[in-house]
T-cell receptor, first 114, second 113 residues
Framework: DGGITQSPKYLFRKEGQNVTLSCEQN?????MYWYRQDPGQGLRLIYY???????QKGDIAEGYSVSREKKESFPLTVTSAQKNPTAFYLC?????????????FGPGTRLTVT | QKEVEQNSGPLSVPEGAIASLNCTYS??????FFWYRQYSGKSPELIMF????GDKEDGRFTAQLNKASQYVSLLIRDSQPSDSATYLC?????????????FGKGTSLLVTP
């Protein structure tokens, strides 16, 4: 089955620790995205990548880092510099990154930092 | 920042009625428009996309686009309790570093039996 997987579903970390969220897709999509969702809020774009070995900052990139070494994978690292990391993190992909194509979402990772 | 506005609701409709969800956007250059459904605690699920002015129908769902007035709407006919969810409107826009989707905060829909 084709799709997007994110792991883990729930993640708990202590303040000051870096944490990496996994996102894998087997849809052969060129573009991948990371969003953050807070309660009662819309999705806010953290980073996106239109092709392998290239990525761009979104609206709220501070405190986050990404890599895109393989087409299938787009991991997100939440660093200790992110002031309010507790949120629902969503990974998405689309055929291309030109804005014309729909994005498909993974199941999400709920991160809690205490 | 380009804006996408939705009424947060909740919008309450009886089972079998038509639910009408509206979205306005600020970027006149936007070309692609998407509706997603999100159940509580779950990730968004694509319902429909529309690129041209007018109506696009898919089963019980109809998307309507009016670029001159900068609004897009979603109609759900014969609403069912299982349609109760938050509906997100998304609009593409071009930033300095490429295209991205801008999401509204969503409208909460409650279909009552």
């Amino acid at each position: 089955d084709g799709g997007i997987t994110q792991s883990p579903k729930y993640l708990f970390r202590k303040e000051g620790q870096n944490v990496t969220l996994s996102c894998e897709q087997n849809l052969n999509h060129d573009a991948m995205y990371w969003y953050r969702q807070d309660p009662g809020q819309g999705l806010r774009l953290i980073y996106y990548s239109q092709i392998v070995n290239d990525f761009q900052k979104g609206d709220i990139a501070e405190g986050y880092s990404v890599s895109r070494e393989k087409k299938e994978s787009f991991p997100l690292t939440v660093t200790s510099a992110q002031k309010n990391p507790t949120a629902f993190y969503l990974c998405a992909s689309s055929i291309e990154g030109d804005g014309s194509y729909e994005q498909y979402f993974g199941p999400g990772t709920r991160l809690t930092v205490t | 920042q380009k804006e996408v506005e939705q009424n947060s609701g909740p919008l309450s409709v009886p089972e079998g009625a038509i639910a009408s969800l509206n979205c306005t956007y600020s970027d006149r250059g936007s070309q692609s428009f998407f509706w997603y459904r999100q159940y509580s605690g779950k990730s968004p699920e694509l319902i429909m996309f529309i690129y041209s002015n007018g109506d696009k129908e898919d089963g019980r769902f109809t998307a309507q686009l009016n670029k001159a007035s900068q609004y897009v709407s979603l109609l759900i006919r014969d609403s069912q309790p299982s349609d109760s969810a938050t509906y997100l409107c998304a609009v593409n826009w071009y930033s300095n570093s490429g295209y991205a989707l801008n999401f509204g905060k969503g409208t909460s829909l409650l279909v009552t039996p």
